[in-house]
């Protein structure tokens, strides 16, 4: 957290589903950056599950 002032962009994957204990979720993750400056830019590569849910994705996100 102390190293997000560095940076213009931040590139993760975030999950839809709880895939290990205590995940935080896209939304969370979405949530914690805009708070810390940082807006959603896009959602790339998602995954799908056998059933065609949506499972993870990479998001973009750049400082606003």
Do not use: H, M
């Not at 839809?16 to 205590?22: A, D, H, K, M």
């Not at 993750?29 to 807006?39: A, E």
């Amino acid at each position: 957290e102390s190293l997000l002032s560095r940076f213009e962009y931040v590139y993760c994957e975030c999950s839809f589903v709880e895939l290990y204990t205590g995940q935080k979720l896209a939304a969370d993750v979405v949530d914690w950056l805009w708070q810390k400056g940082f807006r959603l830019k896009g959602i790339y590569n998602p995954a799908y599950d056998l059933d065609g849910v949506a499972v993870q994705a990479d998001f973009l996100f750049q400082r606003y």
